[in-house]
């Protein structure tokens, strides 16, 4: 079992930054595939980015690459994701989530085991 906890969301001006953080505990140990993913109201839960833990290759949503950026910093189990240029559009409950397997990319949430709370980010003026 892996328990995931998200942090860092809040309420941004367009164009601004920010930073979430995703602490993971539990069986932490193994290669998991860890995936930021949003969920707008009325919208289906779509996949933002990810990577493996012990890996060096990530993905991302066409509509999030060169804005975001995943990172990871293993020895405090944590990964990150850095959010720069938001839009209006990126507003969205952000949800971490991890599993050892992956069909295909993007992945589909379906193949994720382990999931946080979620954390809001809220983009507007």
């Known amino acids: 079992q892996v328990q995931l906890v998200e942090s860092g969301g809040g309420l941004v001006q367009p164009g601004g930054s920010l930073r979430l953080s995703c602490v993971a505990s539990?069986?932490?140990?193994?290669?998991?595939?860890m995936g930021w993913f949003r969920q707008a109201p009325g919208k289906e839960r779509e996949f933002v980015t990810g990577?493996?833990?012990?890996?060096?290759?990530?993905y991302s949503a066409d509509s999030v690459k060169g804005r975001f950026t995943i990172s990871k910093d293993n020895s405090k189990n944590t990964v990150y994701l850095q959010m720069n240029s938001l839009r209006p559009e990126d507003t969205a409950i952000y949800y971490c989530?991890?599993?050892?397997?992956?069909?295909?990319?993007?992945?589909?949430?379906?193949?994720?085991?382990?999931w946080g709370r979620g954390t809001q980010v809220t983009v507007s003026s």
């Open positions: 989530a991890a599993t050892l397997y992956i069909p295909y990319i993007p992945p589909p949430s379906s193949a994720f085991d382990f």
């Open positions: 539990g069986r932490t140990n193994d290669n998991y595939f």
């Open positions: 990577g493996r833990t012990m890996g060096r290759d990530t």
